[in-house]
């Protein structure tokens, strides 16, 4: 396996501690990368006061309207902002599944990391409102994200 320490190495989202060791859990190489677009997603921007332009804006379209129009420019801003948060992630491709009776879109974003050019995605919903009361039978579930016994997110693999 390449060595990818120049990926670099950071905290383990959500942050979790060793049991044996008792110091924080860390990740490196393609898995730091993809823990670090997660974070760049989630956090909103102007949330952290020491950096308020690290993160995006995808929370404010929570409510938005699910056109072909608000759709690519929901696209475009998550493209957007990977590719200018993200200096190790180059090549982003980001396509969006609405799911009506979820009241969710799924999108999906596929990238590359530049320094070792190892194709890489993340797939997380995005949840538009709590979604339609349909009869019974006809609200499919959506997959978990989150491992229940560890409580961190479940990303697909590469693909």
């Not at 969006?96 to 009776?101: A, D, F, K, P, T």
């Not at 499919?140 to 997110?153: A, G, N, R, S, W």
């Amino acid at each position: 396996m390449a060595d990818n320490r120049f990926l670099g190495t950071g905290m383990k989202f959500p942050p979790q501690i060793d049991p044996a060791t008792g110091r924080f859990i860390t990740v490196s190489g393609n898995k730091a990368v993809k823990e670090s677009l997660y974070l760049i997603l989630m956090t909103q921007t102007t949330e952290r006061l020491v950096r308020p332009s690290f993160g995006s804006e995808i929370m404010s379209y929570t409510f938005m309207d699910t056109g072909t129009t608000m759709m690519s420019i929901f696209r475009r801003n998550i493209t957007e902002t990977i590719l200018t948060q993200e200096p190790r992630i180059s090549d982003v491709d980001v396509s969006m599944e609405y799911r009506e009776n979820q009241g969710a879109i799924i999108i999906s974003i596929n990238y590359l990391v530049a320094a070792t050019n190892s194709r890489d995605n993340l797939v997380f919903p995005f949840y538009l409102d709590r979604g339609q009361n349909l009869d019974e039978g006809e609200n499919e579930e959506l997959e978990p994200y989150y491992d229940d016994e560890t409580d961190e997110p479940m990303m697909e693999e590469e693909v």
